[in-house]
């Protein structure tokens, strides 16, 4: 059995409270300064992040200590963010505390965590980072929820068409071929897979695409925001303004830029946006959102609903006002049934860490170090970089494959040579396997160099 799989007890130096970048919960609680509920940074918090204006990408000293409030073992280089974010040690404690106080004292578990009152400060705060506003945005278990509901939600006929790109993630394409095949609306493909999308030669030639799909039956467009395949960034605005002028609902999936890229959803102006906080934002496992613009909420069904229909309640009673107003706003799309609230400790969390640091540094630094990654590898012989060096059309992914070489046995090699973790992107459909990095704030420039190195001398090796 592979050794290094085999966890042993956390490293003591992850135990550190000095390390964390909030205060103890559970102590907080006994102490009676837990109030509203509301888990937040406080001015008692300790700064242990070193000033965020010394945050320039290339600032080693800066990056390697961000770098150093993760979990990760010091021997591993994870590039695999777009898969799933590990938490840094604040959002781990974070979970960890609220698992305990669950267990230990159910009574201030529901006062200060599973309640009301705590999901929508989260909400709240969570709407200010990604840019909507709190109204429009439902806390979800990953961005496949959100593109479900986003796909299902909107009323359409037989003959209606959706459009979507043979590049989505199945999380947006399947329940689209899933409506279609229920309810007899049709599928329209904008087939990304041609060598001028990759790269393309600019955001025009991805708008165009999109433009030819659009017939007077088209009633949504869902697209990615960031491709999981080619790292792309799809020029969602212009996507989004084209189709808004012509009546046309848009659906993003947001998997990749919360936590990745500096978002503001309001700016792109699309109606629905399934985000994850799971991945790049770096917060605990089943952690996403849905937001849904407040002019398209009673547009929008939810797919899974317990709450109140037409102001009626149960056996036609009418609900009380605070069902009502809760119903007439993204949270009809949270209302079924239980959920880990202690779940939304960690996007708080994570929120902090990500604030204290800020967004606009950390989407700098992620490009510096793709960027980085991705001219080193162009220097390989025989190596096609998938991703665009139009700052447009790029952010944290890299994607690439070596002439002559399967991308899940370099994967294999740089893990058992190297400890380096990347993915291969397989999509038989369209004859589509690439290596795929991801480059985020637990990656420290050594680790980036290295990475390109390790490519470097596999690509050279005799192939069978
Ligand atoms: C583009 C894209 N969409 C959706 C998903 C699914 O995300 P989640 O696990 O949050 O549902 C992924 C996962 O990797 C993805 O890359």
Partial sequence: MDQLLVRPDLDARYEDPARLSRRDFLGAVAAGTLSAGLISESATAKPVLPDSAMAAP?????????AD????RPDVTYMNTGTRGPSPVAVYRAQIDSIKLANQDRLSYA???YNADFKSAVRLKLAKFVGCKPGEIALTNNTTEGMVTGTFGPDMKPGDEIIYTNHDHSSGGQPINLRCARQGTIPVMVDLSAPQFHPPRSPSVI????????????????LCHVNYTDGCVLPVEEICKMARSKGILTLVDGAHPPGMMDLDIAS???????GACHKWMLAGQLTGFLMVREDVLERVWPSNYSGPVNGLSLYG???????????????KYEMH??????????????????????QQAIERRDRFLMARVRSGLQEIPGCQIYSSEDERLCAGLVSFKIK?????ALNEALWARHRIYIRNVSHPEINWNANRASLHIMVKTKQADDFVAAVAEYAKKPKR
């Fill in 337 to 358: 049934g239980s959920t880990n609230y202690g779940i939304g400790v960690t996007i708080d969390a994570a929120l902090n860490f990500h604030n204290r640091i800020g």
């Fill in 111 to 113: 006062a200060h965590v």
């Fill in 207 to 222: 708008v165009d695409a999109f433009e030819q799909a659009i017939t007077p039956r088209t009633r949504l467009i869902s």
């Fill in 58 to 66: 290339d600032n080693d000293s800066y990056w390697n200590h961000i």
């Fill in 69 to 72: 409030q993760f979990l990760i």
């Fill in 268 to 274: 792109l102006g699309c109606d629905m946006y399934a």
């Fill in 317 to 331: 009673k009418p609900a009380s006002d605070a069902q009502v107003s809760r119903a007439q706003t993204a949270e």
């Fill in 404 to 408: 002559g070489v399967d991308p899940v």
